[in-house]
């Protein structure tokens, strides 16, 4: 290293640190768009390059036959029928579990009281089943079902029912517990039940919270449903998949363009919903 | 033990889980109906021997007995109906913001309600005229339906003080109940308390940080500093020394909520009375 140049006042002294800060992220994060083979220069070669051209101009214009849109309707409707009845039922299995793994609603670790232990055993149950619910992914689940339940959205709202009930129940009670607890731990102190104390003590700080989370997990649904689809679960994903397999760009992309109103529509019910509790 | 006293502590100590004992030997008994005011500096362990009182801390030392039953050799269900018939008046009520002073007060008797009846009230409050009286009573009766995080810390405080009121129960305890509001108030707050325990007989139990306060309103009061009693005697036989070694304040002025409060230096007609 020759000699430095002597610092000039319109130079930021931590520049040169901020600059090998950001080198060291590209070299840790190098191996790792390695083995995830991801390999951009694939996107760039020419043969590629006209294959996708040619894919993507396909997609225009959209498919707006009249035949086309029935069938985009109706698939629209069977997918939000999916979403919406396997997020419901996820719900009604989600709250009790909840409500059972929750913390801040334990009677029995004021003290410690009695019951101690089983209450401990009871919190870690639901929480096992919970994990154990959401551990497999609803595609795999899908994958079962339609067997047994044939092709159709009935295998999903299952499916969804299962995993998603595993994450809505996580989350709730995690919600549950991380804001102020001290309503709820003074009801218990005066001898209120357990739903008395969720409801007095818990949800008004909650449930802002828990009905945007709900609506996140009701829009994911929306997708997951459509993934579904491909492997057979009816819907967009199953029309999207027929669509993609005879090459007709136009369907795929008015199928997309439902997706895109779906979540947006998602976005403004979670804001109306939010404003609403508020 | 002759008669069954409402609150009986004997020889109690508690050590924080970070290690840091709050109260030690601690001895105290009141009888039913009884109103004792505890007193002393920040930090004595006034709230920590409030809360063993209602049963929110299990004391690791010594006996605890509350209305007659020891709480922590109780099964669940006899726990629950025992705390529902003990009320603490936290001194930050814990009350949720979103909550309407309505449904903050109705919750005082959730321990005495049925689960389908609290949802019930929920939707449509059950008890509007019981709520409104005792909220009448602390000068608060227009705010029955503005919601809690609409009110100022002092209305907040007496909504919390409310909610005990109505849950009306046999031991009524109250940890720095007036610490938001400005003497008038107090004294009218403080007043409520000793009014309830006069009407209802309930034993009262009360932290103060106003000096004057507790000798106003109170027969007896326990001196306590650094988690140990250091004096318990009636209300007329404190005497200025006592309290100045109390607060360890040399000639300086001694917590009240008043200006001008001055305690003469009285012999003492009695050499002060330990009541166990």
Redesign the interface.
């Given at each position: 290293m020759n000699a430095a140049p002597p610092p000039s006042a319109s130079r930021d002294p931590l520049a040169r640190r901020r600059l090998g800060a950001l080198l060291l992220a590209l070299i840790v994060l190098w191996p790792m768009l390695v083995i995830a083979e991801f390999k951009p220069q694939a996107l760039l070669a020419p043969g590629s390059l006209r294959v996708m051209g040619g894919f993507l101009a396909g997609f225009l214009p959209p498919a707006l036959s009249a035949d086309f849109l029935g069938l985009l309707a109706h698939a629209t409707l069977q997918t939000l029928a999916m979403a919406t009845a396997g997020t419901a039922l996820a719900f009604v299995l989600a709250v009790p579990l909840a409500f059972a793994a929750t913390r801040s609603l334990s009677?029995?670790r004021?003290?410690?009281?009695?019951?101690r232990w089983r209450g401990l055993a009871m919190r870690t149950a639901a929480r096992g089943v919970l994990t154990v619910l959401r551990a497999i992914p609803e595609l795999v689940w899908a994958l079962l079902l339609v067997r047994a339940f044939g092709l159709g959205p009935g295998a999903g709202v299952l499916a969804l029912a299962i995993t998603y009930g595993g994450m809505l129940g996580k989350v709730y009670s995690e919600i549950l517990e991380s804001g102020?607890t001290?309503?709820a731990?003074?009801?218990?102190?005066?001898?209120?039940?357990r739903?008395?104390?969720l409801?007095?003590?818990?949800l008004?700080?909650a449930?802002q919270e828990l009905a945007s989370y709900t609506v996140y997990r009701w829009e994911c649904a929306v997708r997951a449903s459509v993934v579904m689809g491909f492997v057979g679960a009816g819907g967009l994903g199953q029309l999207m998949d027929q669509s993609m397999k005879m090459l007709n760009g136009g369907e795929a992309c008015s199928i997309l363009i439902v997706f895109l109103l779906l979540v947006l529509m998602a976005d403004a019910l979670s804001a109306v919903l939010r404003r609403w509790l508020a | 033990m002759t008669e069954e006293a409402a609150l009986a502590l004997e020889d109690v100590g508690l050590v924080h889980a970070n290690g840091q004992r709050a109260l030690q030997g601690v001895t105290l008994r009141v009888p039913r109906g009884a109103r004792v005011a505890v007193i002393g500096p920040s930090g004595a362990g006034k709230t920590s021997l409030l809360r063993i009182a209602a049963t929110a801390l299990r004391a690791g030392e010594g006996r605890v007995e509350l209305l007659g039953a020891r709480p922590w050799q109780l099964r669940a269900r006899p726990l629950k109906a025992l705390r529902a018939r003990i009320g603490l008046i936290h001194q930050a009520p814990p009350i949720p913001p979103r909550l309407r002073v309505i449904t903050a007060v109705l919750a005082g008797r959730l321990g005495a309600w049925s689960g389908a009846r609290a949802l019930a009230s929920l939707l449509v409050p059950t008890d509007i005229a019981g709520a409104q009286a005792v909220l009448a009573r602390l000068d608060l009766s227009d705010r029955l339906f503005d919601r809690c995080d609409r009110l100022s810390g002092g209305q907040l405080q007496r909504v919390g003080m409310a909610r005990v009121l109505y849950q009306a129960p046999e031991l009524l305890l109250a940890d720095e109940p007036v610490s938001a509001l400005d003497p008038a108030l107090a004294d009218l707050a403080v007043g409520e308390l000793i009014a309830q325990s006069r009407a209802t007989g309930a034993t009262l139990v009360a932290s103060l940080h106003a000096v004057d306060l507790a000798l106003k309103w109170f027969d007896r009061i326990v001196g306590l500093r650094a988690g140990v009693v250091v004096f318990d005697a009636p209300a007329a036989a404190v005497s200025r020394t006592m309290l100045q070694e109390l607060y360890a304040t040399e000639g300086s002025a001694l917590p009240t909520q008043a200006p001008g409060f001055v305690l003469e230096e009285r012999p003492s007609p009695a050499p002060p009375v330990i009541c166990r």
């Open positions: 009677i029995s004021i003290g410690p009281g009695p019951g102020d001290r309503p731990r003074a009801l218990l102190e005066a001898g209120s039940g739903v008395a104390a409801f007095y003590g818990l008004p700080g449930a | -």
